[in-house]
Structures are given as C-alpha cells and as structure tokens.
T-cell receptor, first 112, second 114 residues
Framework: DSGVTQTPKHLITATGQRVTLRCSPRSGDLSVYWYQQSLDQGLQFLIQ???????AKGNILERFSAQQFPDLHSELNLSSLELGDSALYFCASNAGDNQPQHFGDGTRLSIL | GENVEQHPSTLSVQEGDSAVIKCTYSDSASNYFPWYKQELGKRPQLIIDIRSNVGEKKDQRIAVTLNKTAKHFSLHITETQPEDSAVYFC?????????????FGQGTILTVHP
C-alpha cells in the first residue's frame, strides 16, 4: 500500500461524457502529480499541483483540467471524452521536488 | 523538454542471470533518476533512485549507475528470480523550473524464465 488513494478503480462511460477522478495523497505530501498510461504512449505526465497551486504542466489536453483542494486531495476532470482517452490514470504524491513519487493504484477509464 | 530513451524494449533471461536496462536522457539539468517496476495491472513501484551527485547506488540485488557526462543511467539486477518479471521504467526529472515532473522511458518488459 503506497498510501495514495485513487477512486474510482474503474470507470466505463461513453464518448462525449465528462468524468472526475479523485486522488488523496500520502499523509504529509504536498505535491500531487497526474499521469496517463496508455499502451502506445507509455507513462505521460499531465499536471502537478503543490499545496493547492498548479506547479507544472505536461501534455494535458484542453478538455482536461485538475485542481487541488485545501485538504490536499486532487481531482482530474476529463470532458468531451473520446475513444482515445481510454487509459489508466495514475496519481502520485511526494513531499517535495525531486523526492520519491509514490503512485496510487490508478483509475482505469474505458470509453465505449 | 526532457526526452528519455530506454533499451531494450524486451529482455528475456534465465533465472540466476543478470539483467541490464539502459536509459539515456537529454536535459543536462536533470538531477534525479528513479526506476519503477510495474506488474501487470498494478501501479508503478519505486525500486531504486539515484541523484546526480552519486555515480552508483546499490540495494541488495539491484544497482543503478549514472554517467552524467554521457547522460545515461542503467539498472542492474543480479541473480534474477521469476518474481522479477515485470515492466521496468526509468525516469528523469526536468531541470529548470519544471520542478518534480518526471519523464519516463518507454519501458522494458523483463521475463525471467525458471
């Protein structure tokens, strides 16, 4: 158990829909990172939040957005879903820059 | 931005042999290099990491070496066991103001045959 909690474990939805993925970081960790893992793209960094503020952005689509709340949990919102958005979405957390990142169990998103 | 290349994409060894996976990175400002092991359907698990002020780090059967001049780092697993079979990812952090974001290699599927 990494201490990072992600819900839900699985999501099945249709094209055009919107979903919210949730992540609770390890106790004491201020940074949350979101990654997308697909078969053809590997593990891709999406976005990082640190203590409620956006810290770094990767190749995150405009249809995707995220936020980190005062209790440090984070949500990743995916809208206007397309078939290609089907992937595993991982959240990771750490205590600070360049400290080990610990991953949650992921949310498997399937778009039908 | 940072680019991380990982080789080989697949690696098959006999139990007890050694396995070596190599990665190169492009950003000379990178200073943190973790390795993750991912079993099928599970989360990536950190197995070892190295920082740029160190050339080698060992943890039991696992070691990582770093050559900053050549911008490459390698994972060495000795006395491999069937339970070492998994996908291994190397990663490098981004230098400058990109803080802790990691760029991952494409992964190596390691199969250890009993």
């Amino acid at each position: 158990d990494s201490g990072v909690t992600q819900t839900p474990k699985h999501l099945i939805t249709a094209t055009g829909q919107r979903v919210t993925l949730r992540c609770s970081p390890r106790s004491g960790d201020l940074s949350v990172y979101w990654y997308q893992q697909s078969l053809d793209q590997g593990l891709q960094f999406l976005i990082q939040y640190y203590n409620g503020e956006e810290r770094a952005k990767g190749n995150i689509l405009e249809r995707f957005s995220a936020q980190q709340f005062p209790d440090l949990h984070s949500e990743l919102n995916l809208s206007s879903l397309e078939l290609g958005d089907s992937a595993l979405y991982f959240c990771a957390s750490n205590a600070g820059d360049n400290q080990p990142q610990h991953f949650g169990d992921g949310t498997r998103l399937s778009i039908l | 931005g940072e680019n991380v290349e990982q080789h080989p994409s697949t690696l098959s060894v006999q139990e007890g042999d050694s396995a070596v996976i190599k990665c190169t990175y492009s950003d000379s400002a990178s200073n943190y290099f973790p390795w993750y092991k991912q079993e099928l359907g599970k989360r990536p698990q950190l197995i070892i990491d190295i920082r740029s002020n160190v050339g080698e780090k060992k943890d039991q059967r696992i070691a990582v070496t770093l050559n900053k001049t050549a911008k490459h780092f390698s994972l060495h697993i000795t006395e491999t066991q069937p339970e070492d079979s998994a996908v291994y990812f190397c990663a490098a952090n981004a230098g400058g103001t990109s803080y802790g974001k990691l760029t991952f290699g494409q992964g190596t599927i390691l199969t250890v045959h009993p």
